[in-house]
């Protein structure tokens, strides 16, 4: 079989089974997959927490499916496998061969980041073809100077802004390699970089201008994510925890290596790295390892000085060439006694963690015996409030408020498909007509045994008190406590008029 052979197989029939697994036998989807549903619903050029790409790929499967929820399964596969594609043509850019190509594949595809995470497709995910794509743009335009690979570039680097701001790491990468390195800086004296620059920022202005109108909303709320250091020790343990984390998530990796160099392998490693390995081009190797390591510097110098503790999955798209890396500088497979055992490895790991989203949606809930999102009976919920809705007000639902899980359901399943009015805030929602929501009234739903709603909905309705509350069975056979849902009608004209902040 031919290494590209090989690394279709491969590649293909793991997406394949990340996005079959789940889209068999998961009875509802994730929490981040549920949310983008809901943001996607209104195609916005913006919502609470993301920038939009997440939300409008969400819904466009929603309508291809006829509204089912599987499709954020099989954009995540799509993802990775885009991905593994972007990789091998990096590899081959790089001047590795084909079977190095191959292994490079296999040995991202077995950091944490490509197998448990896969089903819950969110703009960590997503980031990955547009990190991959970048850099092999970037690596193209070097060599050859294509007008038209810059302005690929200009456009990808737009989308990855669309999906989450952290692209903002990789364009600023990829601006200091021009700036630091001679050969580089002589793309400065061509129009393409420039028309790289103006085509991101043409595409960026309709997002820039949501920004403006709605006083930065995401931006808030990433900033709001940054947990300050609570004392000096948490300037040192924040980066330090973070690459802990990213070191841990590489675990896959080390594992498939040792088994292909098995015991006496790794003995004899030195003394044969140095007969084995290819002095490929020095500008080659800088590539590699500064699109490697200068992002992951960045962030732990960022957090070394400001303290901020980063959430672990921002360094989904961090990561996409250490298999590359791996590969480069440890001489494989040339190096490896037993590169069939190393196979082996790779598809024990993947076959553990496939059982283990299996597990998550047919076996959890019966060692766990608790409640579960991808179990909560969500359709049902949803139909019955807007049966609810119906009974009471002789009209369809047209807008839920609630906390994001309560709320996003209902618009995800009610027939309609109401608009979400998140927490009743107009700043979290700025797409809400809040005279659309006089006239046409308002339900607000709620989970738990509370009598009354959360804070938020208090504020505004200091009296409010559940105007009735069901329970309902789990999406499972096993003993899982019930919910109980709450709910409280506001009919037409009774609406609060919800403040903008």
């Keep these: 079989m031919t290494a590209s052979r090989a690394a279709l197989l491969y590649a293909a029939g793991l997406t394949l089974l990340y996005a079959l697994i789940p889209a068999l036998t998961f009875p509802g989807p994730p929490l981040d997959v549920v949310e983008g549903f809901a943001w996607g619903r209104e195609l916005q050029l913006g919502y609470t927490k993301h920038p939009p790409m997440q939300a409008w790929l969400l819904e466009a499967t929603h309508h291809l499916t006829g509204g089912a929820y599987v499709g954020g399964f099989w954009l995540s596969a799509l993802s990775a496998a885009i991905g593994y594609l972007f990789i091998w043509k990096i590899c081959r850019h790089l001047g590795l061969s084909a079977w190095q190509g191959f292994w490079s594949i296999v040995l991202t595809s077995v950091t944490f980041y490509f197998t448990l995470p896969m089903p819950e497709f969110n703009p960590n995910i997503l980031q990955i073809p547009v990190w991959t794509g970048m850099i092999l743009l970037f690596l193209r335009v070097l060599e050859t100077g294509r007008l038209a690979d810059w302005l690929l570039l200009g456009a990808l680097a737009a989308f990855g802004l669309y999906t989450k701001y952290f692209v903002f790491l990789l364009i600023g990468a990829i601006g200091l390699y021009i700036l630091v390195f001679r050969d580089a800086r002589r793309v400065l004296s061509t129009p393409g970089p420039w028309l790289c620059a103006a085509a991101g ?20 709320y990433a900033a709001s994510r940054s947990k300050p250091a609570a004392s000096i020790i948490g300037y040192l ?9 990213q070191v841990g998530n590489h675990a896959g990796i080390f594992l498939v290596m040792i088994a292909g160099f098995g015991w006496l392998g790794v003995k004899a490693f030195r003394s044969g790295w140095n007969r084995s390995f290819s002095r490929a081009s020095a500008h080659e190797d800088r590539f590699l390892l500064w699109f490697a390591f200068v992002p992951l510097v ?3 110098l960022a957090s ?13 798209p ?14 494989l497979p040339a190096l490896w006694p037993h590169p069939r055992r190393a196979l082996a490895a790779a598809s024990a790991i993947q076959a553990i963690f496939l059982s283990v989203i299996f597990g998550q949606a047919v076996l959890e809930p019966y060692w766990k015996q608790k409640q579960t999102r991808i179990h909560y009976p969500a359709r049902a919920v949803a139909e019955e409030m807007a049966r609810i809705w119906k009974e009471d007000q002789n009209s369809e639902l047209a807008y839920v408020a609630g906390d994001m899980w309560s709320a996003a359901n209902v618009t995800l399943h009610a027939p309609g498909r109401p608009s979400m009015f998140y927490l009743h805030s107009r700043t979290l929602s700025p797409w809400i007509d809040i005279d659309d929501v006089q006239d046409k009234g308002l339900m607000i739903v709620w989970r738990g045994d509370r009598d009354r709603p959360l804070r938020e909905f208090l504020e505004l309705y200091p009296d409010a008190v559940r105007q009735g509350s069901r329970t309902f069975d789990y999406l499972s056979d096993a003993e899982i406590p019930q919910v109980t849902v709450n709910w409280l009608i506001i009919p037409p004209g009774k609406v609060a008029e919800a403040p903008v902040n």
């Design 201 to 220: 920022l043409v595409l960026l202005v309709p997002h820039i201008l949501w920004l403006l109108d709605t006083d930065f909303l995401t931006l808030q």
């Design 304 to 316: 070394a000085v400001t303290g901020n503790e980063f959430e672990h999955m921002w360094g989904t």
């Design 318 to 331: 961090m990561f996409v060439l250490s298999g590359v890396v791996a590969v480069r500088f440890a001489a």
């Design 298 to 300: 960045v962030v732990l």
């Design 237 to 245: 343990w924040n980066p330090l925890n973070f690459l802990l984390a």
